[in-house]
Every structure is written in structure tokens, then in C-alpha cells.
């Protein structure tokens, strides 16, 4: 491209070619696979609309943006952010350089303005740059500016005159972002005006014949159906995860053997994972991460009782923002589960670390189960940190449970018919705890039978409206 060498000019070497690295659209890797229903997603209602692409590391955000850029689909500028990029001199500089690729001449009018000395407000520098593409646009029209790894950029000069920007902009140049987090944006009333595109991990994921297409190509060779049905399933259409078992799978003498033990401890997998995300969280986050890795749902009140602490809605719902792999289950923010390889690295790096808490963890859970009647979750729990004692004290209150209500039936004579429906009700639920689901069905049934319209009616009518009300 043009940029690279006309900003040489005014550069130095090494400040040109650290800016080119910026300013290159990634490649694609090999076995890429282009889905075009997520580009025309990225296409639709541009370019007014604001297009965000937000989900955790690996997901295929960069690769999505790229392959849209590259298909010149319009004249389109791309810059990848890093850290650096907070100051806010820089920042401008590197956007307007990047702007420059489809609006020549634009670095050097504006790059001086820039200082030194700095600006003094960014915001007017902002409006500035606004009004020069809003004359220049007719030339141009429409192009797009995609900017990367937006989640790096936190510095208040910088979020504050980019949002402005982002407002702003005139209406001919598109804003693609790629982020792991959601950007700093007032995107709730985007949203509500129709002034955004939002593609998540939800659309992100691979369906199984996106999958296929990439394992084949990753492999060089052809794949069994069941084998990518199960890699799919494991990976949760996981990009960087279909890619790194695609490349651990090349050469493997037993590629069943390799699927089936396929997880999140996978070297490469965990290789992945640790450096992208793991390590890069603050202390707490990890702690609470490894915590309430042994769960298979997770809710603040149940994080709570692992944790010692009090603010696990509070941690669930930072978690979720930053989108550390934790999937909602409701609507509600109640509860949420790990993404499966998310989970695994952490209950390995759990195990590793910390191997004499496992059981004490799995307990609390056990506990808080069995305390709030979710006694299955309790067993579960028991049995997985081996607490054989509260294993059997809830099969024993099931035992229990199923003897007295049994007894209690075999008693009740014909016209009792209130103790029937308790007892019946009871026992339902006892078969339930004990596991035994087809018995707990037929005394469900038969419990719901017993205040039926059209069964004969109790004799006692006041007591029957008293126990339906
Ligand atoms: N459509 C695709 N076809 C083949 N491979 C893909 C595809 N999308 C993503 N990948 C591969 O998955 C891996 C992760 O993709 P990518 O780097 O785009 O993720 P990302 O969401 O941008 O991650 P990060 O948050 O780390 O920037 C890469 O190795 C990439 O090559
Ligand atoms: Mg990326």
C-alpha cells in the first residue's frame, strides 16, 4: 500500500516500519475459511452503522475483519492497537496514518496539528479530523476504517475523544472495532437507534460445517463427520481451539484415540489459553477463577460460599463483561457456566497448584447444594471431592424419605384423602432425590391425579379448596 512509503518520508525508518506492522491487514492463514454469513452481516446497513465484533481471545474476531477488509468490499484502512497506543498523540497519529491509506493526503495535513507541542484538547483536534473527511468524502465514498484490539485502549484522553469521534464521524466512513471487551461506547443507545452491528461469540462460533472446512484444511486431508461433530461439541466452535486441535491432529497415528481424550489440557490448548488469558488477569480474577473452577454452573451466592467472600455476582458479572469464557445460562445474570476448554485449563492448573483444596471446594459446594434443595448437585459434589459421609447422609434422607412416605400411603384409609395427596406428593419427590425418575413420575402423577377436576371429590370440599388455594 501507498501509506507505508509516503509516511517513510516524513518518518524515520524505524518509526515507518513499526507504523507499516500496524497498518497491515493480518494474512490469512492457510486453511482459512471464509464465511460469508458473517460478512454480510458485517455488510448490512453500512457504512452508517457502527460494527462491533466482541468476544474472547481466539474467537476469530481479527481473522473476520480481515478477510472483510480484504475482500475490498470498500476502500477500507486498517490499524491493529496495542498498549503503547494510550497516549493520545499517538493514537491520533497512528488513526490519521491509517486514514491516509484511503484518503491520501490526510496524515500530512493533519499529523502536524498533532504536535509538538501536543494539542491541548483532543477533542478538538477530533473535530478537525472530522471536518477534513467530511469535505474530502464525496472522493471517497463510502470507505471503512477498521481498528483492532480496541479491548487495550483504557486511557481517558483516548476513550474520551474516540467516542467522540465514533459519534461523530461522518456518515460515509464505516467503523468496524474489534475487541475482547465491550468497547467504551455509548452502545446501549446505538443499539436503540439502529446504529450498530454487533457480532459476538455467539454468531462467532463455528457451526459443524464451518468446522469441517477448517479441520480439513488444518489436517491437509479429509475428516470423519463424527470426529468433527465431537471436536465441534468440545471446542464449543472455539476458533484458535478447532485450529489447535486441526494442527495437533496433522500426523496423529490414532486421530479417535486424539479426539476423545481432546480437552482443555491439551498442550497446545493450555499453551493458548494460559498466555492469552489467564496470565493476564490481576490476582483476584485468577484466584476466584481457579476457586470456582469446579463447578459446573456458577452463581454469585454459590461462588460466595467457595470463596469466603461476597461480591461473586459482582465477579460473575465483571468476568462476563470482560469475556473470560463465561456463558449465561438465563436471561437474568443468575447463572452462567465456563466455556468447556476454559474450564479444564483451570481445573488442571487448580489440581497442580492448589491439590489440597480441590476437595474442601467441592464440599462448600456440596453444602450450599444441599442446603438450598438442590440435592443432586449435592451428591454430585459429595461424590467428586470424595466426602462419602455426605454422600450418605443425603442418600440416606432420600432412604428415609421414601420409607416414610411409603409407610404413610400403605396407612391412609380411603377417605383420607389429604394425607394421600401429601404422601403421594412426598414420596414424588424422594424418588426424585434417590434418582429414580420413572418412580418419581408416577407418584407425581398420580399425586396431581388425586385434585383433578373429574376424579370423585373429596368428601371433606372445605379442605380440598384450602389445599388447592
Ligand atoms: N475463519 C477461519 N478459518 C480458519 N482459521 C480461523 C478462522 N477464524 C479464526 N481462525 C484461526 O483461529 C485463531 C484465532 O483467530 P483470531 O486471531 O482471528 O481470533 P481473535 O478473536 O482475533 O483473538 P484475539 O482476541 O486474541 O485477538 C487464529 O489462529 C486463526 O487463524
Ligand atoms: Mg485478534
Redesign the pocket.
Known amino acids: 500500500m501507498g501509506v507505508a512509503a509516503d509516511t517513510a518520508r516524513v518518518r524515520s525508518g524505524w518509526e515507518a516500519s513499526l507504523l507499516a506492522t500496524k497498518l497491515h491487514v493480518?494474512d490469512?492463514?492457510a486453511?482459512?475459511?471464509?464465511?460469508a454469513r458473517l460478512l454480510d452481516l458485517l455488510d448490512a446497513g453500512a457504512p452508517r452503522r457502527l460494527v462491533v465484533?466482541c468476544?474472547?481471545?481466539?474467537?476469530?474476531?481479527?481473522?473476520?475483519l480481515?478477510?472483510w477488509v480484504r475482500q475490498k468490499r470498500r476502500p477500507s484502512a486498517w490499524l491493529s492497537l496495542e498498549e503503547a497506543d494510550n497516549d493520545p498523540v499517538r493514537f491520533w497519529r497512528h488513526v490519521v496514518a491509517a486514514l491516509d491509506q484511503v484518503l491520501p493526503g490526510i496524515d500530512e495535513r493533519l499529523s502536524p496539528l498533532l504536535g509538538p507541542p501536543a494539542p491541548e484538547s483532543f477533542v478538538g483536534f477530533v473535530a478537525t479530523l472530522i471536518n477534513t473527511l467530511a469535505e474530502s468524502e464525496r472522493s471517497v465514498t463510502p470507505a471503512a476504517l477498521a481498528l483492532?484490539?480496541l479491548?487495550v485502549i483504557d486511557a481517558p484522553p483516548v476513550v474520551e475523544s474516540f467516542t467522540y469521534f465514533a459519534e461523530h464521524r461522518p456518515a460515509a466512513l464505516q467503523l468496524l472495532i474489534?475487541s475482547?471487551i465491550d468497547p467504551p461506547l455509548p452502545l446501549a443507545r446505538m443499539r436503540v437507534r439502529g446504529e450498530l452491528t454487533e457480532i459476538r461469540a455467539e454468531q462467532?462460533r463455528?457451526t459443524p460445517e464451518?468446522a469441517a472446512?477448517?479441520l480439513r484444511?488444518?489436517v491437509e486431508g479429509d475428516i470423519p463427520a463424527d470426529a468433527v461433530a465431537a471436536l465441534t461439541a468440545r471446542t464449543e466452535g472455539w476458533?484458535?481451539g478447532?485450529?489447535l486441535a486441526g494442527l495437533s491432529l496433522r500426523g496423529e497415528a490414532d486421530p479417535a484415540r486424539f479426539i476423545a481424550d481432546f480437552s482443555g489440557s491439551h498442550r497446545f490448548v493450555l499453551d493458548y489459553l494460559t498466555e492469552?488469558v489467564l496470565e493476564r488477569q490481576p490476582a483476584e480474577v485468577t484466584e476466584f477463577l481457579l476457586q470456582t473452577s469446579v463447578l459446573d454452573r456458577l452463581s454469585g451466592p454459590l461462588c460466595d460460599a467457595l470463596t469466603g467472600r461476597s461480591d461473586g455476582q459482582q465477579m460473575l458479572e465483571r468476568l462476563e463483561r470482560a469475556n473470560l469464557f463465561l456463558i449465561p445460562l438465563d436471561q437474568v445474570r443468575g447463572w452462567w457456566r465456563y466455556h468447556q476448554l476454559f474450564a479444564d485449563l483451570l481445573r488442571a492448573r487448580l489440581r497442580h497448584r492448589h491439590p489440597d483444596r480441590v476437595a474442601r471446594l467441592h464440599d462448600a459446594a456440596s453444602a450450599w447444594y444441599d442446603e438450598h434443595g438442590f440435592i443432586d448437585a449435592a451428591a454430585q459434589h459429595a461424590m467428586a471431592g470424595g466426602n462419602i459421609d455426605r454422600l450418605a447422609e443425603l442418600r440416606g434422607d432420600a432412604d428415609d424419605a421414601v420409607e416414610h412416605a411409603s409407610r404413610a400411603l400403605a396407612a391412609a384409609r380411603p377417605g383420607e384423602w389429604m394425607l394421600r395427596i401429601h404422601a403421594t406428593g412426598y414420596l414424588a419427590l424422594a424418588y426424585w432425590l434417590q434418582g429414580r425418575l420413572p418412580a418419581a413420575e408416577r407418584m407425581l402423577v398420580e399425586s396431581i391425579a388425586q385434585v383433578s377436576p373429574g376424579r370423585p371429590r373429596p368428601t371433606d370440599a372445605r379442605g380440598a379448596g384450602a389445599d388447592r388455594a
Request: proline share 8%; aromatic share 8%; glycine share 10%.
Open positions: 493480518p490469512l492463514p486453511a482459512f475459511v471464509s464465511r465484533v468476544a474472547p481471545a481466539g474467537f476469530g474476531k481479527s481473522a473476520l480481515a478477510d483492532d484490539d479491548h474489534g475482547r462467532l463455528f464451518e472446512a477448517l484444511g488444518a476458533a484458535a478447532l485450529q492469552e
